[in-house]
């Protein structure tokens, strides 16, 4: 079994910045792809970025790609979503989630484990 915790989400000023980072245990850490997710009320479960396991290859939705940033440090076992130019748009709750697999993976289905999710506010 995986654990995930996110935590770093909280209320900002548009413009402003956030790091989401996501604690994982229970598992070899480095065997496993990850991916951010968000959600919004009344909305389904959106893709964000995932990474590959060693942190290589990433991707990113079009909606934040160059101004989010997922890395990944399998030392700490934990991986991070820098959010920089942050607008009310982006107001949700953020899942980490965790995939057993070489690849990024952009489909929620895909993932094995999630976490609790960390709300993210964005006034204007």
């Known amino acids: 079994q995986v654990q995930l915790v996110e935590s770093g989400g909280g209320l900002v000023q548009a413009g402003g910045s956030l790091r989401l980072s996501c604690a994982v245990s229970?598992?070899?850490?480095?065997?496993?792809?990850m991916g951010w997710f968000r959600q919004a009320p009344g909305k389904e479960r959106e893709f964000v970025a995932a990474?590959?396991?060693?942190?290589?290859?990433?991707y990113y939705a079009d909606s934040v790609a160059g101004l989010f940033t997922i890395s990944r440090d399998n030392a700490k076992n934990t991986v991070y979503l820098q959010m920089n130019s942050l607008k009310p748009e982006d107001t949700a709750v953020y899942y980490c989630?965790?995939?057993?697999?070489?690849?990024?993976?952009?489909?929620?289905?895909?993932?094995?484990?999630w976490g609790q999710g960390t709300q993210v506010t964005v006034s204007s």
């Open positions: 989630a965790a995939k057993y697999g070489p690849s990024t993976y952009r489909r929620t289905y895909e993932y094995d484990y």
């Open positions: 229970g598992r070899t850490f480095s065997s496993y792809a």
């Open positions: 990474i590959n396991r060693i942190g290589i290859n990433k």
